[in-house]
């Protein structure tokens, strides 16, 4: 019976390491370029989006000719959902960090949205 045990104990815990490992190995879908459209009252307001990982941590920053093309860091990234991503960006322009989140559409696109409201699709550069 001690055996018995002692085997269950051994496999749940190579269970365990083997799914850690699993988790740690994979790379979040959304590293890379992503040139992302948002749809405001002003219009369509065009940004590149970068996202990498160092250190096992993702970052990103984001360019944009209408904020002078100058990059600008992502803040507060949550990639908790595999399919999902949200961040938040402070611009001077409008005085206040905005967020935004995105959800995978297919393997090179996301759509979601900036403040919860204006529209954002985003593709895989």
Same mark, same amino acid.
């Given at each position: ?23 740690? #190995? ?16 002003? !219009? #369509? ?10 250190? !096992? ?25 595999? #399919? ?14 905005? #967020? ?11 759509? !979601? ?13």
């Amino acid at each position: 019976m001690k055996k018995i045990a002692f085997m269950m104990v051994c496999l749940m815990a190579m269970l365990f390491v083997s799914n850690n490992t699993y988790a740690q #190995d994979q790379k979040s879908p959304f590293i890379g370029s992503w040139l992302a459209t948002a749809s405001t009252p002003m !219009g #369509d307001s065009e940004m590149t989006i970068v996202f990498e990982e160092k250190d !096992g941590k993702i970052t990103g920053y984001m360019t944009a000719e209408a904020m002078g093309e100058e990059k600008i860091e992502c803040e507060d990234i949550n990639t908790e959902k595999a #399919d999902e991503i949200s961040f938040t960006f402070y611009t001077a322009m409008a005085g206040m960090n905005i #967020d935004v989140y995105l959800t995978l559409d297919g393997e090179n696109a996301a759509k !979601g949205a900036m403040m919860g409201q204006f529209p954002v699709e985003a593709k895989r550069k």
